[in-house]
């Protein structure tokens, strides 16, 4: 079944990088959009990112255009967010997730989260 | 953007009664809409897509509808494995959460 597993989270301070990777499986990752979304206990649940399943296209929520990019590796069946200029609001569980098939727009999988936290 | 509203943000039910979610949108979403599970420490969990449809191995106690800005999960006869937090989730223009509601044991 469909895995989608994590990693790169941690504390980083204000004004640094780190970049979360997402490694997949289950599926055929090189056909699916792939999206990372976040969720924090004041904000609840937001989008962050959307990718193409050929990398034509790559979107972005405003709060990170220009300090976040997505890319994926499909020979690596790896999903990444780079993430820039970290500021405390950046602080949350990152999610990956996968687009549904066919016609509809939904996440139909999750994986389950890492934890980034910035702080000085 | 278009804004999510959930209500009630807390809903207090017995087990194997009838809950009843809503989900309004700011501005139509036609039927592009789902529904999500969380419980603590896990991830969100598909339970309903397009408005109706449920997900994969999705009980059937599990119903959605609604279409336009106004939207209802509900669940028939609550078990003990339903309390959780649910979200909505609009992904006609872009995609925005809603703040969720806590169906708590009663």
């Known amino acids: 079944q469909v895995q989608l597993v994590e990693s790169g989270g941690g504390v980083v301070q204000p004004g640094r990088s780190l970049r979360l990777s997402c490694a997949a499986s289950?599926?055929?990752?090189?056909?699916?959009?792939m999206h990372w979304v976040r969720q924090t206990a004041g904000k609840g649940l937001e989008w962050v990112a959307i990718?193409?399943?050929?990398?034509?296209?790559?979107y972005y929520a405003d709060s990170v255009k220009g300090r976040f990019t997505i890319s994926r590796d499909n020979s690596k069946n790896t999903l990444y967010l780079e993430m820039n200029s970290l500021r405390a609001e950046d602080t949350a569980v990152y999610y990956c997730?996968?687009?549904?098939?066919?016609?509809?727009?939904?996440?139909?999988?999750w994986g389950q989260g890492t934890l980034v936290t910035v702080s000085s | 953007e278009i804004m999510m509203t959930q209500s009630p943000a807390t809903l207090s039910v017995s087990p194997g009664e009838r809950a009843t979610l809503s989900c309004r949108t700011s501005?139509?979403?036609?039927?592009?809409l789902a529904w999500y599970q969380q419980k603590p420490g896990q991830a969100p969990r598909l339970l309903i897509y397009?408005?109706?449809t449920r997900a994969t191995g999705i009980p059937a106690r599990f119903s959605g509808s609604g279409s336009g800005t106004e939207f209802t999960l509900t669940i028939s006869s609550l078990q003990s494995e339903d309390f959780a937090v649910y979200y909505c989730?609009?992904?006609?223009?872009?995609?925005?959460f809603g703040q969720g509601t806590k169906l708590e044991i009663k």
């Open positions: 997730a996968k687009r549904a098939d066919g016609a509809s727009n939904h996440f139909d999988s």
């Open positions: 289950g599926f055929t990752f090189s056909t699916y959009g």
């Open positions: 990718i193409s399943y050929d990398v034509s296209h790559k």
């Open positions: 501005q139509s979403v036609s039927s592009n």
């Open positions: 397009d408005a109706s």
């Open positions: 989730q609009q992904y006609n223009n872009w995609y925005t």
